[in-house]
């Protein structure tokens, strides 16, 4: 248990629907993060966002659709996913993400298949 | 760009026996981390190295930061089935901000 919760674990979805991936941290952090983990790739980072506002935007299709309402909580939505989008998102959060060497706490990952 | 490489990306070995994984980069590193990621769990950091050469120690596991940072090995010595799992390696950009880029993972399995 690292204190970093995602919810669902499991998700399947067609290309035309529309789902939410969601993530609550209780460590007190300020700093929030989504990836993307494919096999054998390294992790990609999607998004940032330090006292909820969003200061990292990795290049990410518009399908991807980040919110952060408070330090606490990150939600990813998703919408017109492709095949390729399949994989397993992970969610952290971390004390200062300015610092080098800043510890991520990550959560168990949202597995994503895309039909 | 900065990239880290990680070497080798699988690894099957009997328990008992001793491992080393490295992880490189062509690019100084203010600092490196090593994580390890369990089978449907997320990374969870073993250990960071800040000063080039500094070795830590975490049981039977011995991490290593290059003289010149820019490298940085893992060596496990007899090696338990508790192991098994993808090791990661991590750095922050030189760019500032708040990105960590990652290493694609060696994924370790130990036989029992």
């Known amino acids: 248990e690292t204190g970093v919760t995602q919810t669902p674990r499991h998700l399947v979805m067609g290309m035309t629907n529309k789902k939410s991936l969601k993530c609550e941290q209780h460590l007190g952090h300020n700093a929030m993060y989504w990836y993307k983990q494919s096999a054998k790739k390294p992790l990609e980072l999607m998004f940032v966002y330090n006292f909820k506002e969003q200061t990292e935007n990795n290049s990410v299709p518009s399908r991807f659709s980040p919110e952060c309402p408070n330090s606490s909580h990150l939600f990813l939505h998703l919408h017109t996913l492709q095949p390729e989008d399949s994989a397993l998102y992970l969610c952290?959060?971390?004390?200062?993400?300015?610092?080098?060497?800043?510890?991520?706490?990550f959560g168990p990952g949202t597995r994503l298949t895309v039909l | 760009t900065q990239l880290l490489e990680q070497s080798p990306q699988f690894l099957s070995i009997q328990e008992g026996e001793n491992l080393t994984v490295y992880c490189n980069s062509s690019s100084v590193f203010s600092s490196l981390q090593w994580y390890r990621q369990e089978p449907g769990e997320g990374p969870v950091l073993l250990v960071t190295?800040?000063?080039?050469?500094e070795v830590k120690k975490l049981k039977r596991l011995t991490f290593q930061f290059g003289d010149a940072r820019k490298d940085s090995s893992l060596h496990i010595t007899a090696a338990q089935p508790g192991d098994t799992g993808l090791y990661l390696c991590?750095?922050?950009?030189?760019?500032?901000?708040?990105?960590?880029?990652f290493g694609a993972g060696t994924r370790l399995f130990v036989k029992a």
């Open positions: 190295v800040v000063t080039g050469g």
């Open positions: 991590a750095g922050p950009l030189n760019t500032g901000g708040f990105k960590t880029i």
């Open positions: 952290a959060s971390s004390q200062d993400p300015g610092a080098g060497g800043d510890t991520q706490y």
